[in-house]
């Protein structure tokens, strides 16, 4: 009841494109859905997070979907650069006992093509 | 500004020997406190936490073990390495009682046993 899935495992996308990787969770408990980028060689860093109380929250090109309903939760990249190139894990938490005890998807490796 | 860091950051090792990561944070007090584990293609799982000197959570059961001697320093130990222990290793810090619960990552250590 404590997984994070995450898909796709590896995306290819064009320079100028859109991304998607889209996890789902079981523990309804969860309420705290962030997504990390992680470069070659470093530690992951916070891209941008939402909380359940509302479906949608936008960054600049990064954008989170959150369907309570469904359990699904989404990571676009409008206007994929090569530079987001990297890997990108959603994770969750409840945040009545910690935010920093993140369950983890398995991870996407996106590659941006020039 | 809040600095963590991580040493060291590469370290290969023989079956059976000890091992001692170290993790030290700087310009913030009464942090919370975390290791993760990073194997290829599997995320990050947690395996410590900590909430203040001397005061360790385990997540997973394993063959190592860690500790908090100082509000800001988090050590991660073993006794005898096992083959599958090897991985890349990530320790982490939140504010205490932060309402945005942003992680906060070292550069990591990369431990090859063999």
Not at chain 1, 56 to 73: D, H, L, W, Y
Not at chain 1, 83 to 109: P, V
Not at chain 2, 70 to 86: E, T, V
Not at chain 2, 91 to 113: D, H, K, M, Q, Y
Request: proline share 6%; net charge positive; charged share 15%.
């Amino acid at each position: 009841q404590q997984q994070v899935k995450q898909s796709p495992q590896s995306l290819i996308v064009q320079k100028g494109g859109i991304s998607i990787i889209n996890c789902a969770y079981e523990n309804t408990a969860f309420d705290y859905f962030p997504w990390y980028q992680q470069f070659p060689g470093k530690g992951p860093a916070l891209l941008i997070a939402i909380r359940p109380d509302v479906s949608e929250k936008k960054e600049g090109r990064f954008t989170i979907s959150f369907n309570k309903s469904a359990k699904q939760f989404s990571l676009h990249i409008m206007d994929s650069q090569p530079g987001d190139s990297a890997t990108y894990f959603c994770a969750a938490s409840k945040r009545s006992t910690s935010y920093g005890k993140l369950t983890f998807g398995q991870g996407t490796i996106l590659t941006v093509h020039p | 500004s809040q600095t963590i860091h991580q040493w060291p950051a590469t370290l290969v090792q023989p079956v059976g020997s000890p091992l001692s990561l170290e993790c030290t944070v700087e310009g913030t007090s009464n942090p919370n406190l975390y290791w993760y584990r990073q194997a290829a293609g599997r995320g990050l799982q947690l395996l410590f936490y900590s909430v203040g000197i001397g005061q360790i959570s385990s997540e997973v059961p394993q063959n190592l073990s860690a500790s908090r001697p100082q509000d800001r320093q988090f050590i991660l130990s073993s006794k005898k390495l096992l083959l599958s222990d090897s991985g890349f290793y990530l320790c982490a810090w939140t504010r205490r009682g932060s309402n945005t619960g942003e992680l906060f990552f070292g550069e990591g250590s990369r431990l090859t046993v063999l």
